[in-house]
């Protein structure tokens, strides 16, 4: 069993059902995908006041939330698979305490969804996402009270690790289409700059698979009159 953790904003509820059927459609392998929701952590509270989305710290919680045993994955909820994800899975090193695409590159734009600055930084989006070796040694160190008190420069980057801890994955796996362009190689879209389900992106790059995607995540093969009901 593959245990995925998913950013989830209320801002953007759709982008996480569909990045979740988009893994399920493709998956060859049993998922426990888990909403990474502010609402339903109960053994941590946000005190951070930046960041573009509800999950940009919560995310480091998962080696604590996995109780420190095993691999997890997370991703950003503005993503969708277009592959098999187990094969990320199946790239995991025991050596190394994280595994994620080291992005090069600097943004285009200086603001993306609903007006969020977007700046840059060194290893920008490396942490959208991250395989963890949840029991690896260097993550005990990851506790609620670490996230609560470190700032993004030093979550975001990892810093708490060694370098040679922080293992590659191939860029494929997590392709910025908003901001590289269209790829057919691509095993994981991430729209970076905003879900298309945002009408100011909706027609960015390869944004058709996210719409084509949405439409199958809302199907039913028997169509559901408009209300409204009583």
Not at 69 to 74: H, K, Y
Request: aromatic content about 12%; proline content about 5%.
């Amino acid at each position: 069993m593959l245990n995925i953790f998913i950013g989830f904003d209320t801002r953007e509820a759709v982008a996480y059902h569909v990045c979740v059927n988009s893994l399920t459609r493709l998956s060859s392998d049993v998922l426990a995908v888990t909403p990474l929701s502010l609402g339903n952590l109960k053994t941590y509270q946000e005190t951070h006041s930046d960041g573009s989305n509800h999950f940009i710290y919560s995310r480091f919680l998962i080696p604590h939330l996995m109780n420190y045993n095993g691999w997890a994955l997370f991703m950003d909820g503005d993503m969708i698979v277009r592959d098999d994800i187990a094969k990320l899975f199946a790239m995991r090193d025991e050596s190394k305490a994280v595994m994620c695409v080291h992005h090069d590159y600097k943004t285009r734009q200086t603001t993306k969804y609903l007006g969020s600055k977007n700046e840059n930084y060194p290893r920008k989006n490396w942490s959208s996402v991250v395989l963890w070796n949840c029991g690896h040694p260097a993550n005990r160190s990851v506790t609620p009270e670490f996230v609560t008190n470190a700032t993004g420069a030093q979550l975001h980057r990892f810093t708490w690790l060694e370098d040679d801890l922080v293992g590659e994955l191939p860029i494929e796996w997590n392709w910025l289409p908003d901001e590289f362009g269209a790829n057919p190689d691509a095993k994981l879209l991430h729209f970076t700059l905003g879900t298309p389900c945002f009408h100011e992106y909706a027609n960015a790059p390869m944004a058709a698979e996210w719409h084509r995607e949405k439409l199958l995540a809302n199907y039913s093969s028997q169509h559901v009159i408009d209300g409204p009901f009583d």
